[in-house]
């Protein structure tokens, strides 16, 4: 954890707390975007972290924001006026994209015929003298087998995202052929999946593009814009462990020599918010059952969903504390490794297995690393009625 953080989480008395390290955040969407070539557009995922100090913090690193619903969309829009905004995500209603038409979104990424249909009616009433663009979002099959062994199909299984490819003539049929006039389709856009590394995040680009081109070439129209969407790899395991921006953008590089006319753009959420964020909490109490040890946190996954919905131990670290003010004995650890869990009566409530805390007492503060994206904004935070955490924005 970043001084900053270890500092204020020894000093928090609003325990359990999440702290983000804006500096540090700051600090990695500069060294992501230094890592990317200059015809990469990078926009951020608002669905990862949406916490205006956080969008704010971005700001000066990234081309635009992504958001994927109505209510997204106010909020960043509010956040960061003035920003370009892509609106993607499927089930879109009539009032969402009406109010997107007169925030004059930048791109909307649309994910069906109907979506299409409904766009070109609201945007000829809405927005009568402008041309709306289009990213056409597909389900693409893509196999990144070819390059370093690596063997994975992304993609092409059924799901409600995106056009099916075998609509892709019609799609670009009816963008083109004077159908919807008030719409103009700039490109294609493909999120076809999460937790990748670069070599096979390079591939699907790759393949994606390829795809795009012929499209373009069969159509005799121009493609001027291919979003790759997100999904880079964010290791739970391995809390230093950082995605290869540099060899991703190095690769990105090679795609867009090949095409001088193009401009890619990436959505990146995970990867960009994961680790500027922190969950600092307290051992409430430290117990035996049938063998194994479990150490009661105040909070739980009420507060921090993540390692429950990943099915992954959350990394953290214990700070001991050595003062205990209480009358009552202090309850202390016997064996090598706990059971981190929460306050939820609930046998999922689990932050952390096989955590080695020897020693562990209540009253220590356990801080939760990794806690930056798809964090407190997934969890269930009513359930069981505890009160919410504190938040702190801490800045160098
Ligand atoms: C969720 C999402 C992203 C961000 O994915 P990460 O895995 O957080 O990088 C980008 N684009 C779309 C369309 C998404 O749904």
Redo the contacts with the bound molecule.
């Keep these: 954890m970043t001084p900053l953080v270890r500092a204020r989480a020894l000093a928090c008395e609003d325990l359990p707390a999440y702290l983000y390290d804006l500096s540090a955040l700051r600090e990695h969407a500069a060294a992501v975007r230094a890592a990317l070539p200059e015809r990469v557009e990078l926009y951020y995922?608002a669905?990862?972290n949406p916490e205006p100090d956080i969008l704010a913090a971005l700001g000066p690193y990234v081309d635009g924001y992504?958001v994927?619903s109505g209510g997204e969309l106010a909020h960043v829009a509010k956040a960061m006026p003035d920003r370009p905004l892509a609106f993607?995500?499927p089930g879109k209603t009539p009032a969402e994209i009406t109010s997107a038409l007169e925030l004059g979104v930048q791109r909307f990424?649309v994910e069906s015929v109907a979506e299409l249909q409904m766009l070109a009616h609201l945007a000829s009433r809405v927005v009568p003298r402008a041309k709306v663009a289009v990213l056409a979002r597909f389900n693409l099959a893509v196999s990144a087998s070819l390059l370093q062994g690596s063997s994975m199909a992304m993609g092409g299984s059924p799901t409600p995202f995106g056009f099916d490819p075998s609509q892709a003539d019609e799609v670009v049929r009816l963008l083109t052929d004077g159908t919807y006039p008030h719409l103009e389709l700039r490109g294609v856009h493909a999120?076809l999946a999460?937790?990748l590394h670069a070599p096979e995040l390079i591939a699907v680009a790759e393949a994606v593009v390829a795809w795009a081109m012929s499209l373009a070439e069969r159509h005799r129209i121009r493609l001027a814009e291919v979003n790759v969407?997100?999904?880079?790899t964010v290791d739970y395991a391995d809390p230093h462990g950082r995605f290869d921006w540099a060899g991703y953008g190095r690769g990105l590089g090679r795609l867009l020599a090949a095409h001088p006319d193009l401009v890619l753009r990436i959505?990146?959420?995970?990867?960009l918010t994961a680790y500027c964020g922190w969950y600092a909490t307290e051992v409430l109490d430290v117990k035996f059952s049938h063998g194994e040890e479990f150490a009661v946190l105040r909070g739980g996954t009420h507060h921090l969903r993540t390692p429950a919905s990943q099915r992954h131990d959350q990394p953290c670290t214990v700070l001991p504390v050595h003062t205990w003010p209480h009358p009552w004995p202090r309850p202390v650890a016997q064996q090598d490794c706990v059971t981190m869990t929460g306050q939820l009566c609930t046998p999922k409530d689990v932050l952390a297995r096989g955590v080695r805390a020897i020693g562990l007492r209540a009253g220590d503060r356990v801080v939760f690393a990794l806690a930056g994206?798809?964090a407190w904004n997934i969890s269930h935070h009513d359930f069981l009625m505890h009160p919410p955490p504190a938040f702190h924005f801490l800045d160098a």
């Excluded at 969407?229 to 880079?232: I, K, L, Q, S, Y």
């Design positions: 995922a669905k990862a992504e994927s993607g995500g990424h999120h999460s937790g969407g997100g999904g880079m959505e990146p959420g995970r990867a994206a798809y």
